[in-house]
């Protein structure tokens, strides 16, 4: 019999946020001073015991809760496989199997609906109304935790201070600056220090407010007004360091073939440009490529950085609007094309077939702009979509043939293919002939007769309106999501 799986979970916390939710937390800050208290090692020692600890608490309790959730999902695939043999059964012209009664179908969903909802609500999906229990004997869970501790020589997470970077920093700022900060060292060191070290907005102004009040007017107007200052070049240098170290970075620079995207990189942004040089590097070449074939400089450091936030926002908004609007279709039944993350491939976003056998060629605008003027994938491009997709589903159908020669596809999807395809031979013979005038029109009624809608979807951006020329061609917005804001352009 094998032992619970363990995820742990705890390895991935980062060490730096680890320290700073306990420089912001007064009881862990509390714990860390009565535990230095009593160690031969200090404050050093105590800040790894607290990180151990943690990482060790988010082990089990992410054990718990990811086992648990893995169990109701098992139970979840056993239920709906129950349903389905029954309906299946029923559909296919029998009664109810031998031994089921119809209120044991009825038991089955509604205990379906109960695992689906506790899934959703992971503590008491765990435990109920019960106390969270990491272990049955909590000494003895404690002395485990510590016997772990001193077994790796009191090690925790990998951190290293970047005391070059911060001291380089300190020497590039103002001589008042520095003056203002040397004088709160002296009074105040600890507090001086988390409020340089605090991580996000929030634990910024509350650690700087703090090392305010220590002071407690020692420092004359000016001077906090510098000390402010300081503070934030010290903080802004000390998270630029852990986040790229020298070593990182030349470890990126050396993966990276072309001279001139190698330069742009080592001169770059710490928190765009060289991160995403460490981490995919493949998709930085491909998109330095696409810069640079669009006239982009190949000294032009921050239009780089421009273009990829530019690329990165768009790409964004376009995924999650695709899979918005996918979950947010309830009139539609099956979908034929389903989002994905290629949303720069030409072409419809999402086919699917509705509730009363309609077709839905869809185009997800996750725009800023309240009104959309243009839709090429459902009008210039209608007809070449049209015919791509239809044969796309044809062979994905002859695939499934393939695997299995019993495979039979369900008459619905077989009919709007059909539709599809004759959709698209009538609207080019309208291409063709006819007066330009009446084209919108004719093509209107001919996606109505075959019962296929065209559709713009606005999940992730403002779109509430299409122009007149769109509306004629018998395209609507379907609006289904709230509008996602952006931040400022210049934003880090």
Do not use: C
């Not at 490529?289 to 780089?304: N, T």
């Amino acid at each position: 019999m094998t032992g619970p799986r363990r995820f742990r979970a705890g390895r991935f916390l980062d060490a730096a946020a680890v320290h700073a939710a306990a420089d912001a937390n007064p009881r862990l800050r509390q714990f860390i001073r009565t535990v230095a208290a009593h160690s031969e090692a200090g404050e050093v020692r105590s800040r790894r015991l607290l990180e151990h600890l943690i990482r060790r608490v988010v082990d089990d309790v992410g054990d718990l809760h990811l086992g648990n959730a893995l169990n109701r999902l098992e139970r979840i695939a056993v239920l709906r496989d129950n349903i389905a043999a029954i309906l299946d059964h029923v559909l296919e012209g029998g009664t109810l199997p031998e031994g089921v009664r119809v209120a044991t179908l009825g038991e089955y969903f509604d205990q379906l609906n109960t695992e689906m909802r506790e899934l959703s609500r992971p503590r008491d999906g765990i435990v109920g109304d019960a106390p969270l229990r990491l272990a049955d004997d909590s000494a003895a869970y404690a002395d485990s935790l510590l016997r772990e501790f001193d077994a790796r020589g009191g090690a925790a997470g990998r951190h290293v201070e970047p005391a070059a970077i911060v001291g380089d920093a300190f020497r590039a700022m103002p001589a008042d600056r520095q003056a203002a900060l040397r004088r709160a060292a002296e009074l105040e060191p600890a507090a001086l220090w988390r409020a340089v070290a605090a991580e996000g907005e929030g634990g910024k102004r509350a650690a700087v407010a703090d090392l305010e009040t220590r002071l407690g007017g020692r420092l004359s107007p000016d001077e906090v007004t510098r000390l402010r200052a300081a503070v934030d070049d010290l903080g802004r240098a000390r998270s630029r360091g852990l986040q790229m170290s020298e070593a990182r970075l030349a470890y990126a620079l050396a993966r990276i073939g072309d001279p001139d995207l190698r330069a742009v990189v080592a001169g770059g942004d710490v928190w765009l440009t060289q991160q995403l040089a460490v981490h995919n590097p493949e998709a930085l070449a491909t998109l330095w490529r696409r810069f640079r074939d669009r006239g982009g400089r190949a000294d032009d450091g921050p239009g780089f950085r421009a273009y990829l936030r530019h690329d990165m926002v768009t790409y964004g908004r376009g995924v999650l609007g695709e899979y918005s609007a996918a979950f947010s279709l309830s009139s539609i039944e099956l979908f034929l094309k389903g989002p994905d993350a290629n949303v720069k491939v030409a072409g419809t976003d999402l086919v699917g077939i509705g509730h009363d056998g309609w077709v839905w060629l869809i185009d997800d605008k996750s725009h800023r702009a309240a009104s959309v003027g243009g839709v090429s994938a459902l009008t210039d491009n209608l007809v070449t979509n049209l015919r791509r997709d239809a044969a796309d589903f044809r062979d994905a159908i002859a695939r499934l043939h393939r695997d299995d020669p019993g495979f039979t596809p369900d008459p619905r999807i077989l009919d709007a293919i059909s539709r599809m395809e004759d959709a698209a031979a009538e609207i080019e013979r309208i291409n063709r002939r006819g007066s330009a005038a009446t084209r919108p029109a004719r093509i209107s009624a001919a996606l109505e007769a075959r019962r296929l809608r065209l559709r713009v979807t606005s999940a992730a951006g403002e779109v509430r309106e299409i122009t007149q020329a769109l509306r004629d061609l018998g395209l609507a917005v379907e609006p289904t999501g709230t509008p996602v804001p952006l931040p400022p352009t210049g934003g880090r």
